[in-house]
């Protein structure tokens, strides 16, 4: 693999954690970038997305004012902000790295996953 997402962990509900997606390879600073999750019995969902550049990004309608993503300048990593997090926010976070310049919200679109990191909203 090439996208390593680390930052999980446990967190009380009302809490904040940050998530963070290394491009090992730095194969991914021109590719649009995403993050999603997939809680248990559930399907994959998209939970926000950056362009390559930084300067465009979309939020799912659940984390829309909650979160905030990012990329660092040499576009090798991003992280995903989360605040106010609840129960229905526990899931395995997932980055995904997509060949192109726009944003998507379908995971068949990306070209690059990483391994998945735990985030788990319990007092």
């Known amino acids: 693999g090439q996208l390593f997402e680390s930052g999980g962990g446990v967190v009380q509900p009302g809490g904040s954690l940050t998530l963070s997606c290394v491009d090992s390879?730095?194969?991914?600073?021109?590719?649009?970038m995403a993050w999603f999750r997939q809680a248990l019995g559930k399907e994959r969902e998209f939970v926000a997305g950056?362009?390559?550049?930084?300067?465009?990004?979309q939020y799912s309608d659940s984390m829309k004012g909650r979160a905030a993503i990012s990329r660092s300048n040499d576009g090798k990593t991003m992280y995903l902000q989360m605040n106010n997090l609840g129960p229905d926010d526990a899931a395995v976070y997932y980055c995904?790295?997509?060949?192109?310049?726009?944003?998507?919200?379908?995971?068949?679109?990306?070209?690059?996953w990483g391994q998945g990191i735990q985030v788990t909203v319990s007092s």
């Open positions: 995904g790295a997509r060949d192109g310049t726009l944003v998507s919200t379908d995971t068949r679109q990306y070209d690059a």
């Open positions: 390879r730095h194969r991914f600073s021109t590719f649009a």
């Open positions: 950056v362009t390559y550049t930084g300067g465009y990004t």
